[in-house]
């Protein structure tokens, strides 16, 4: 009975004096508060871009009928194999740099997390600086927002994405002065995991888009 009860929890003294077992070591505690609010706010965040998607292509729908899509004038601007390709590679390769400084939390090496972790954010940085640039040398092109429909939906599409991953910077800065506190350890750590779900999101969306203005 004695290593029947250590194996399960220990024993407590319950009503009339007899023993009871508590259990011990296997309560799960389910998926954190953080996770959970980056979880809803994602999936909110997904039916918004799903709606300015289908915003767009019944836009493209209606104006290829009509004319052509794109714009005879806008034909070549929009070039996958410009500045924009670089950017691309950048969000995406800071993607990878995100989840190994989640590994890298998850065994406790906090140097390991504050490296990628600060690569990660450079990459961020660094990306919406080659957008900014991208969009000066569209505009010296001609293109704008007020260059019909085709111009609103490209701004507006790639203007809400980069103000999320403007947020998502934001985010990985906290996590990183806290993490560089020594805030973070392998036990706790939810806002890491959560940042990095919402670091996720953005590079997906950025694919999505990059493959629908530009490769479709």
Same mark, same amino acid.
């Given at each position: 009975?004695?290593?029947?009860?250590?194996?399960?929890?220990?024993?407590? #003294?319950?009503?009339? &004096?007899?023993?009871?077992? $508590?259990?011990?070591?296997?309560?799960?505690?389910g998926i954190s508060n953080p996770i959970l609010g980056m979880l809803l706010f994602i999936t909110s965040e997904v039916m918004f871009f799903s709606g300015l998607f289908a915003a767009y292509f019944s836009t493209r729908a209606q104006n290829a009928a009509n004319g052509g899509w794109p714009p005879k004038a806008f034909e070549h601007t929009l070039n996958p194999l410009s500045l924009i390709l670089v950017a691309t590679v950048i969000l995406i390769t800071s993607?990878?740099?995100?989840?190994?400084?989640?590994?890298?939390?998850?065994?406790?090496?906090?140097?390991?997390?504050?490296?990628?972790?600060?690569? #990660?954010?450079?990459? &961020?940085?660094?990306?919406? $600086?080659?957008?900014?640039?991208?969009?000066s040398l569209l505009f010296g092109e001609g293109m704008t927002m007020?260059?019909?429909?085709?111009?609103?939906?490209?701004?507006?599409?790639?203007?809400?994405?980069g103000a999320h991953v403007f947020g998502g910077v934001l985010m990985l800065g906290v996590i990183l002065y806290r993490g560089m506190a020594g805030q973070f350890s392998a036990k706790h750590h939810d806002a890491i995991e959560a940042v990095s779900l919402y670091w996720h999101f953005v590079d997906v969306v950025w694919i999505i888009l990059f493959t629908v203005l530009y490769l479709l």
């Amino acid at each position: 009975m004695t290593s029947d009860v250590a194996t399960l929890g220990h024993e407590e #003294t319950g009503i009339a &004096g007899r023993p009871v077992v $508590v259990q011990e070591g296997h309560i799960s505690r389910g998926i954190s508060n953080p996770i959970l609010g980056m979880l809803l706010f994602i999936t909110s965040e997904v039916m918004f871009f799903s709606g300015l998607f289908a915003a767009y292509f019944s836009t493209r729908a209606q104006n290829a009928a009509n004319g052509g899509w794109p714009p005879k004038a806008f034909e070549h601007t929009l070039n996958p194999l410009s500045l924009i390709l670089v950017a691309t590679v950048i969000l995406i390769t800071s993607s990878f740099t995100c989840q190994f400084a989640v590994w890298s939390i998850r065994r406790g090496d906090r140097t390991g997390f504050i490296r990628n972790i600060s690569i #990660t954010f450079v990459l &961020g940085i660094a990306f919406l $600086v080659l957008q900014a640039y991208d969009y000066s040398l569209l505009f010296g092109e001609g293109m704008t927002m007020g260059s019909g429909p085709f111009g609103t939906t490209y701004f507006t599409l790639t203007g809400f994405h980069g103000a999320h991953v403007f947020g998502g910077v934001l985010m990985l800065g906290v996590i990183l002065y806290r993490g560089m506190a020594g805030q973070f350890s392998a036990k706790h750590h939810d806002a890491i995991e959560a940042v990095s779900l919402y670091w996720h999101f953005v590079d997906v969306v950025w694919i999505i888009l990059f493959t629908v203005l530009y490769l479709l």
